[in-house]
Antibody, heavy 117, light 113 residues
């Protein structure tokens, strides 16, 4: 059974940094592109970016490229999202997802990030 | 960026009725290489994470009931739910997987009367 379990969320002050993690299981992690998607409190879905199965390539939403970095550790079957200089508009539920090639075929349970002073 | 315009934003139907949700992309999602449309539909039930229903515009994900039907090509797509059940109460999203950045529709909230 495919499982994606996120962690690292919480309350963070504007301007701070935060790193989210996602432990994957139930499939060969190093065979898949992986991505992060966030959902705002108003339920808007926004794709953040993805990373190639071997970590050699990444793609980002242009509006987030300068502040967010996606990485992975295949030895730990773990995906990461480094967020820097966070803003109130980054408040959202962050989902770790698996890319099935023509769709996002699995989603984690999500982790909440609240940016507030 | 490809803009995904989804409608309606919400609808309420009685169990047993048929529902149609529309999704329009600002550019064609049809790949000239393999003639496939890179459009997916997701269902998000209250308090849960999204779940893949349909990919490549009309291919049902394993385990998805056959009352969920995806159709369309190019820029216009439809999700039809025939004989809606109470368990279909959810938000539905379309998403293009054709080009970066991947983008989603604004969602359709389905309520059961």
């Amino acid at each position: 059974e495919v499982q994606l379990v996120e962690s690292g969320g919480g309350l963070v002050q504007p301007g701070a940094s935060l790193k989210l993690s996602c432990v994957a299981s139930g499939f060969t992690f190093s065979d898949y592109w992986m991505s992060w998607v966030r959902q705002t409190p108003g339920k808007t879905m926004e794709w953040i970016g993805d990373i190639k199965y071997d970590g050699s390539d990444t793609n980002y939403a242009p509006s987030l490229k300068n502040r967010f970095t996606i990485s992975r550790d295949s030895a730990k079957s773990t995906l990461y999202l480094q967020m820097s200089n966070v803003r109130s508009e980054d408040t959202a539920t962050y989902y770790c997802t698996r890319d099935g090639g023509s769709s996002i075929d699995y989603w984690g349970q999500g982790v909440m990030v609240t940016v507030s002073s | 960026d490809i803009v995904m315009t989804q409608s309606p934003s919400s609808l309420a139907v009685s169990a047993g009725e048929t529902v149609t949700i529309n999704c329009k992309s600002s550019r064609s999602l049809l790949s000239s290489g393999n003639q496939k449309n890179y459009l997916a539909w997701y269902q998000q039930k209250p308090g849960q994470s999204p779940k893949l229903l349909i990919y490549l515009a009309s291919t049902r994900e394993s385990g998805v009931p056959d009352r969920f039907i995806g159709s369309g090509s190019g820029t216009d797509f439809t999700l039809t739910i025939s004989s809606v059940q109470a368990e279909d109460l959810a938000d539905y999203y379309c998403q293009q997987h054709y080009s970066y950045p991947l983008t989603f529709g604004s969602g359709t909230k389905l309520e059961i009367k």
